[in-house]
Structures are given as C-alpha cells and as structure tokens.
C-alpha cells in the first residue's frame, strides 16, 4: 500500500509540477499561431505542427501515467517517455530558434502580430525548458545518473536522429532535389540514415546481446560506418550541384528570385539548400565522434578479452549456459 501511495504521489507531483507546463506552454504557443491566420508562413505552419504533437503526446503520456496503463505496454515505457521527453525539448528549442529568425528577425518591425511573435518564441522556449527539466528530473531520479539520454552514445543516437528531421523539414518542396540524379541520392541517404539510426536506437532499448549471432556494438559499429560514409558523400554531392553553376546550381542568394522579398516569412530556396547543407556537415560532424566513441568501445572490449585469463573465460562461458541455471 506504501509503495501504490508513493507511485501514486510521484505520479501526480510530474503531471503537476512537469506536463502541466508543458501543457500549457505547447498549448499557448499555437493557439497563438492558429490567431495569425495566414501571416505565420511555412514556418510558422512547420512550428504549430511540432507544438501541436508535443502538447498531443504529452497530453496522452499524463493520460496513460495517472490511469497506470504504462505496464500495459509490451516495451518499456521508462525508455519512451524519456526519449520523447528529449525530442520534445530540442524540438520547441529549434522551432523557437528557427521561428525567431525567420520571422521576428523580418517581420517583427512591419506587422501587427509582433507581441503574438514575442509570446510565441517565449512560450516555445519555456516548453523546451520544461522538457529538458523532465530529462533531467527522470534520469536522476534513482539517485544516480545512468539514464541512456545523458551518456554520449544515448545523446549521439538522438542528435542524429533529431538532425535528420530537421533536414526533412527544409527539404519538403521536392523542387530542390528532383532535377538532379545526386540530389535525389543525398535524399535517399538523409532517409537511410534516419532508418539506421532509429534501428541503433531500437537496439539500446532492448537487451539484444543474446538474440544475435553478433555482437551488438560490432552491429552499431557497422551501422554507424555505414551511415558515415553516405553522409560523406551527400556533404560533397549537396553543395556541389546546389552551389556550383557548372551543375545546375545557383553560387549567390541574389540569383534567387524568391530571395529579393526580404519582408517574407517564408524561407526562400537558396536558403533552404544552404541549411540543408550545414545540417548535413552537423549531421556528418556527429556521426564521426559516434564512431571514434564505438570503435574505442569496442577496442577496449577486444582487449579486455584478450587479456582475460583463459580459465576465467572458461568460467564465463559455462555460468552462461543454461545447463549451469538453477530451476
């Protein structure tokens, strides 16, 4: 009875103190778009999507929690709810970024909606705090730090991932990449990749050591080179048919015609293909550390094994066969 008290009050004090500001920053933060009409502008639509599912989910995970559902669910919903918890907070942290840029940094001066502009960026970065508050609170929760969201690995699987969406997001209009053959390949690896990454992730939520013939870190390990080497490639292919006019592209934002509205809230194509490119060197950048950080892993554990006294490995192996468990 303690403990149902306990979980129930724990329970109560995250909704209260945790989902009810994210509630209400995510829930204000739209309302206040939706009041635009159509002033917000792409981005704008772009950012009210994100609040939208944030305050959607977040509103379902209050709902499952103070109804006890979470050990209805056939995986783990620690691991869910910390990892959305994550993405929530670098997604209200990038749409209020992306959103101030955009149009306060344009149309703030020209346009009636300038204080709905300011309380939107507010209330988005009060959300993103709120969210990071959670990830914080839930890994330290036990009393030591041992969450997969606050360790490297767990940081670099979700920033890839999190990268990757925010390049779907600028390459939305597929009149940036259909006209070229390698555009539309750096397309297919921005996909791939994102696949891969979220199979990596997948794996670090469940124990898969002894489901697979291999080895788990020599399976993030292939994974993670792999992704490397088709992001090195769509960081030369994507600046150089975008960029450099003897392919097709264009070397200067002036050249762009939807670039000379500079009262506009939308992002213009030259600009797009520009971020596209950045992200993808961020992209690149993580994935690199990703794998410096696997194959040292990795070669500690080989050398670890190697060193090991062979009668020790003899021990290991047996206690790990099921004849040695005791029923």
């Known amino acids: 009875v303690l403990v149902t008290v306990t979980y129930s009050s724990m329970v109560i004090a995250v909704c209260l103190f945790l989902h009810l500001p994210q509630l209400f920053s995510t829930c204000v933060a739209f309302s206040l778009m ?94 993103s705090v709120a969210y990071a508050t959670e990830v914080v609170w839930t890994c330290a929760r036990s009393g030591e730090f041992s969450c997969s969201v606050l360790t490297l690995p767990g940081l670099l699987h979700r920033l890839e991932i999190f990268v990757a969406c925010i390049i779907f997001a600028f390459i939305c209009s597929p009149h940036l990449y259909v006209h070229q053959l390698a555009l539309e390949w750096c397309v297919a690896v921005y996909s791939l990749c994102f696949l891969l990454s979220a199979v990596t992730l997948l794996l670090n939520w469940y124990n898969w050591d002894n489901r697979l013939p291999v080895p788990v870190p020599l399976v993030h390990l292939g994974l993670t080179l792999l992704s490397t080497l088709l992001y090195a490639s769509a960081v030369v292919l994507w600046p150089l048919y975008q960029f ?68 020790s490995l003899l021990l290991s192996v047996e206690a790990s066969s099921p004849s040695s468990v005791v029923l």
């Open 34 to 127: 939706a009041d635009m009409g159509i002033q917000r502008g792409a981005i704008g639509n772009w950012s009210m999507s994100f609040w939208c599912v944030c305050f959607a989910m977040t509103f379902l995970i209050s709902i499952v929690e103070l109804c006890r559902l979470d050990s209805e669910f056939p995986f783990f919903w620690y691991n869910i709810s910390v990892t959305y918890a994550c993405y929530a907070a670098l997604i209200c942290l990038s749409a209020s970024i992306i959103y101030s840029i955009t149009y306060v940094q344009f149309l703030l001066p020209h346009s009636p909606f300038d204080d709905h502009a300011i309380a939107v960026t507010a209330f988005s970065s009060l959300a």
């Open 244 to 311: 450099n006019r003897e392919f097709g592209g264009q070397p200067q934002r002036s050249s762009d015609v939807s670039c000379r509205d500079k009262l506009s809230s939308y992002v213009c194509t030259w600009d797009q293909r520009l971020a596209v490119a950045v992200l993808t060197a961020v992209n690149l950048l993580i994935y690199v550390v990703d794998l410096v950080d696997l194959a040292r892993r990795c070669f500690y554990q080989l050398l670890r094994l190697c060193t090991r006294p062979p009668g």
